[in-house]
């Protein structure tokens, strides 16, 4: 414990407000856990006590170095979306959005590119459909789809919650080997 520093040294009315140097380095190890958005580290530096100043001279520093890019972090969060939690691209707009991505990058990416990921990722669903396959498959854990209207409904209700639109939704029901009728 002797090496550590605390995480608080006192209050925030005690605490000095970082330098600029002070303001990389919180800024350094937020983004060694993953990627952020820009706003996501201008929330992080006020809530560390750093001046307007100083957020913006560390923000121009950090963009300069190529840490800080709303476009790529959409690219590169969509991409883990796909891999880990298939969520439809409504979802994963309402994600970008809760973490400060822009509308302007949302607009600009919307349709083709934040849909569709690279060419060269194979493991990862492509369209919209394949995801709700994808997560369909993962919710039944091998399990074959019930047959009682009750239980589709539900289940298309949980793919619904994940963002995927009724069509969508519909489609991976019959692909999975029912043809329900949801309402």
């Known amino acids: 414990m002797s090496g550590r520093r605390s995480r608080r ?26 990627p952020r958005t820009r706003r996501e580290l201008e929330l992080r530096l006020r809530r560390a006590g750093a001046d307007d100043g100083v957020i913006v001279a560390t923000m121009a520093r950090l963009e300069t170095m190529g840490l800080v890019d709303d476009v790529a972090f959409t690219h590169w969060w969509a991409e883990q979306r796909d891999r880990h939690a298939p969520r439809g691209r409504r979802m994963v707009e309402a994600e970008l959005r ?3 991505v822009p509308r302007d990058v949302l607009e600009a990416l919307r349709g083709d590119e934040l849909a569709a990921p690279a060419p060269d990722v194979e493991s990862v669903p492509a369209t919209e ?5 994808v997560a369909l498959a993962r919710h039944l854990r091998g399990r074959p789809l019930p ?30 080997g029912r043809d329900p009728e949801i309402d």
Request: aromatic fraction near 4%; proline fraction near 5%; hydrophobic fraction near 45%.
């Open 98 to 100: 809760q973490r400060g």
């Open 129 to 133: 459909l394949e995801r709700a396959a």
């Open 147 to 176: 047959v009682e209207r009750a239980a589709i409904q539900r289940i298309g209700g949980f793919l619904m919650r994940r963002g995927f639109d009724a069509e969508t939704v519909r489609s991976a029901l019959r692909a999975a």
């Open 9 to 34: 040294s006192g209050p925030p009315s005690e605490r000095a407000a970082p330098d600029a140097e002070a303001a990389l380095e919180i800024a350094a190890r937020y983004l060694g856990t993953r």
